[in-house]
């Protein structure tokens, strides 16, 4: 993928993110938010049993934590918790400067080249940290 494709994938998440000010009444909620700026989400999450069957969010935050936060919705909805954290697991190899399973990743591949800047690594795994918060307390 070019830096021009990430970008434009980046920011079409940005201005027009998956779920966002969605209902979420009986939702899972957790907030994750960077103490050194502004990203602050909350993230929601209506499970099946052991499936992530919808995730919405709301809050105010960068261009790479809202698009990240949409991405890795629409990756998410479907997967077991299972599924969910390895997802999870990869998406932090990526943004550490790792191998990665791309296919696992999909659009979040975009990410790719993130970890070489740290500030920005926190802006795109945020949601993801609030996302493992959530499955760890759903798996309780």
Not at 73 to 99: C, H, P, R, V, W
Request: glycine share 4%.
């Amino acid at each position: 993928m070019t830096e021009e494709e990430s970008r434009d994938i980046i920011m079409e998440n940005y201005l027009h993110p998956t779920n966002r000010n969605k209902t979420h009444e009986g939702y899972q909620s957790v907030n994750t938010k960077n103490e050194s700026c502004i990203d602050n989400i909350n993230l929601y999450i209506k499970w099946n049993e052991d499936k992530i069957e919808d995730i919405a969010f709301d809050g105010e935050a960068c261009a790479v934590s809202i698009s990240s936060t949409s991405i890795m919705i629409k990756n998410l909805i479907g997967k077991s918790a299972k599924e969910a954290l390895d997802y999870i697991k990869e998406f932090y190899q990526m943004t550490s400067g790792e191998e990665y399973n791309k296919d696992l990743l999909k659009d979040a591949v975009v990410y790719d080249a993130i970890s070489k800047q740290g500030n920005r690594k926190v802006c795109a795994n945020l949601p993801l940290k609030g996302m493992e918060r959530a499955i760890l307390e759903h798996l309780k």
